[in-house]
T-cell receptor
Framework: GNSVTQMEGPVTLSEEAFLTINCTYT??????LFWYVQYPGEGLQLLLK?????DKGSNKGFEATYRKETTSFHLEKGSVQVSDSAVYFC???????????FGTGTQLKVEL | GAVVSQHPSRVICKSGTSVKIECRSL??????MFWYRQFPKQSLMLMAT?????????EQGVEKDKFLINHASLTLSTLTVTSAHPEDSSFYIC????????????FGPGTRLTVL
């Protein structure tokens, strides 16, 4: 079956530090890959996505590249801000009922 | 575009009562809506998939009679937690996809249910 593995948090960084949140997946077929962000007390917002190998999704300074050879979709940002503090979820979709498979989420805390 | 709303955002109820949560797609028609449950510091657990005009498909382990889902129109799905108990306290999130073929879901802001 499908699964998504994320690095455990919380990840605590100073403002302007470089961010990497690792995500690897197991899936049948060729999944679409997503990063969602959840701010405190809110629902999930789509941050970025990639639908095929070597695609790079990017948004708000975040980016992630679909690496089929390593089955990974690591999230990166060159300079984080306090406002980036949130929980980040990696997810995949392989069709068949439109179901998303989520990772467990990684909490990011950015301090001044 | 692609905004999903939920109402209420927070609800507190007494044990044994029923609570209805609404999920609306505001600017698009949603053939399919999804209901998730999220425990503190945990990921989202898919409870059921709801298609307009048909019965919901529940995930394994989710009680159909406990969590009643109705998808009466292309813009509205409701989740009713019947005879709520403290263990039902959780954050409930709905999502919708804009067309049947998209791989992107749009999420509502969530409803915090507290059962006393």
């Amino acid at each position: 079956g499908n699964s998504v593995t994320q690095m455990e948090g919380p990840v605590t960084l100073s403002e302007e530090a470089f961010l990497t949140i690792n995500c690897t997946y197991t899936a049948t077929g060729y999944p679409s890959l997503f990063w969602y962000v959840q701010y405190p007390g809110e629902g999930l917002q789509l941050l970025l996505k990639a639908t095929k190998a070597d695609d790079k999704g990017s948004n708000k300074g975040f980016e992630a590249t679909y690496r089929k050879e390593t089955t990974s979709f690591h999230l990166e940002k060159g300079s984080v801000q306090v406002s980036d503090s949130a929980v980040y979820f990696c997810a995949l979709y392989t069709g068949g009922g439109n179901k998303l498979t989520f990772g467990t989420g990684t909490q990011l805390k950015v301090e001044l | 575009g692609a905004v999903v709303s939920q109402h209420p955002s927070r609800v507190i109820c007494k044990s044994g009562t029923s609570v209805k949560i609404e999920c609306r797609s505001l600017d698009f028609q949603a053939t399919t809506m999804f209901w998730y449950r999220q425990f503190p510091k945990q990921s989202l657990m898919l409870m059921a998939t709801s298609n307009e005009g048909s019965k919901a498909t529940y995930e394994q382990g989710v009680e159909k009679d406990k969590f009643l889902i109705n998808h009466a129109s292309l813009t509205l799905s409701t989740l009713t937690v019947t005879s709520a108990h403290p263990e039902d306290s959780s954050f409930y999130i709905c999502s919708a996809d804009a067309t049947g073929s998209t791989d992107t879901q749009y999420f509502g802001p969530g409803t915090r249910l507290t059962v006393l």
